[in-house]
């Protein structure tokens, strides 16, 4: 319906509607009762919210349904953005700073990995695009982690540990490393998607189990004193008015063997 209140605004309408698939409980379907309703709020609470805008996008693809748990949530945090973009963004200001006072310049020139790493990265751009245009989400962020572990892997190729600390020290000019700037600057920062102990985490999480099977019985049981206190029309009795629900529930039958009650 909401199509309507853009044309009732004069507003133009979309051109294309992308409905994106389900996730999903990996043992069934989620249940207060079973305490294993997953709300974005506990979720934000535990991991943060940009993990938790990664992991929607990255564990819905394009054509089938998700799975969500808190164990997966959790690998998923380490494996990719603690020890591909976090790692990265850890020990490249780290070897900056120490290596080479906090700043480098752009190099002159370029050595065997660099011409390989710099087309990499320049049509990572592209790559993203395409999937994205093609609504295929989970797949531009699969092309953007592969730009991260392609950086980390351009790091352990040409190992400016070592060419530091070689037998023949070699300024970064003379690497030949690939850089956007001719100079950037970098400052001491606290850890980018630090790993997480999922240990850690379970008492948090078995609260928030154990406090919706209470709310599951505590909902059970009101429902359970309404049926009671509601007789149906055909005793005859009037309906009473209980915490300010107006109403009977009704036993009358229905055409078509469809019930009375929806």
């Keep these: 319906y909401w199509p309507i209140f853009l044309m009732a605004l004069g507003l133009p309408l979309p051109k294309q509607v992308f409905g994106h698939p389900w996730l999903l409980q990996g043992d069934g379907k989620m249940s207060k009762s079973k305490g294993n309703v997953i709300y974005a709020d506990d979720l934000v609470r535990l991991f943060g919210v940009d993990a938790v805008r990664f992991f929607v996008l990255h564990e819905m693809p394009f054509d089938n349904d998700g799975v969500i748990s808190w164990e997966l949530v959790a690998e998923r945090y380490n494996s990719e953005l603690a020890n591909v973009l976090g790692n990265l963004v850890s020990r490249t200001i780290a070897m900056i700073n120490k290596y080479f006072g ?22 990572a751009a592209a790559r993203v695009k395409e999937k994205m245009d093609a609504l295929r989400v989970a797949d531009a962020l699969t092309e953007i982690f592969a730009l991260f572990r392609r950086a980390n892997k351009y790091i352990d190729e040409t190992m400016p540990w070592a060419l530091a600390f070689g037998a023949e020290p070699r300024s970064l000019e003379d690497c030949g490393v690939f850089g956007g700037l001719e100079k950037a600057v970098v400052t001491p920062l ?15 999480i078995e609260e928030i189990r154990a406090r919706q099977r209470a709310e599951a019985e505590a909902e059970a049981a009101r429902e359970a004193q309404f049926e009671k206190s509601v007789p149906s029309l055909s005793s005859g009795s009037p309906a009473p008015e209980k915490a300010g629900i107006k109403g009977v529930r009704l036993a009358t039958a229905s055409p078509a063997g469809v019930s009375a009650d929806g």
Excluded: M, N
């Design 102 to 123: 906090g700043s480098v310049t752009r190099a002159a020139g370029e050595e065997g990995t660099d011409g390989e790493f710099k087309a990499f990265v320049s049509g």
């Design 190 to 204: 606290p850890p980018l998607f630090a790993r997480i102990d999922f240990k850690a985490l379970e008492p948090q």
